[in-house]
């Protein structure tokens, strides 16, 4: 079990914010949004990098069910080419934060670069998934409902293989 922290700054609600899929070769790029109570724990959770794809699938609907707020956005393959995917990266996290079903008061983002959202302010976290729950979560809402946009492409163009690969680059490619 990772050490998560529960928040940075005790009275404010935060939302922690990450992204899948900025390394790929083909899809969307997804971020989440999420506002966690600030006594979430759960054993299983960490930086979705961290644990397994049966792990990450526990993790989706419990993350889902107890969180106060979260959202998942994505933007598209053509407006990644459009503007690049660092900017198509904070594209998805802003529709994600939009997305909320509450603001939040600080936004904990995962990396070491952001475009600021307008009114909220933020602090980004060099592997800040690997040291807030907040951002966690994110990270693995991220993952799993990339993944599931990948698998179901794939029986649209299963030539990809895009249920095994998920876009990313293989030894097969």
Not at 123 to 149: E, M, P, V
């Amino acid at each position: 079990m990772a050490n998560l922290k529960p928040y940075l700054e005790k009275g404010r609600l935060e939302a922690g914010c990450d992204e899948a899929g900025r390394g790929c070769y083909a899809g969307p790029v997804f971020a989440a949004a999420v506002i966690l109570p600030k006594n979430f724990r759960h054993p299983l959770l960490n930086d979705s990098k961290q644990v397994t794809e049966k792990n990450r699938n526990i993790l989706r609907p419990i993350i889902e069910a107890n969180a106060l707020a979260w959202a998942v956005a994505r933007v598209e393959a053509a407006e990644i080419d459009r503007i690049n995917i660092l900017k198509a990266s904070f594209l998805a996290m802003h529709k994600a934060i939009e997305a909320l079903e509450q603001q939040p008061g600080l936004l904990l983002i995962d990396g070491n670069r952001f475009s600021p959202y307008f009114g909220i302010p933020h602090h980004c976290i060099i592997k800040g998934d690997g040291k807030f729950a907040s951002i966690a979560a994110a990270s693995i809402l991220a993952k799993t409902h990339r993944d599931s946009y990948m698998e179901n492409l794939h029986l649209e163009y299963p030539m990809y293989q895009w249920n095994k690969n998920k876009g990313y680059g293989t030894k097969d490619h």
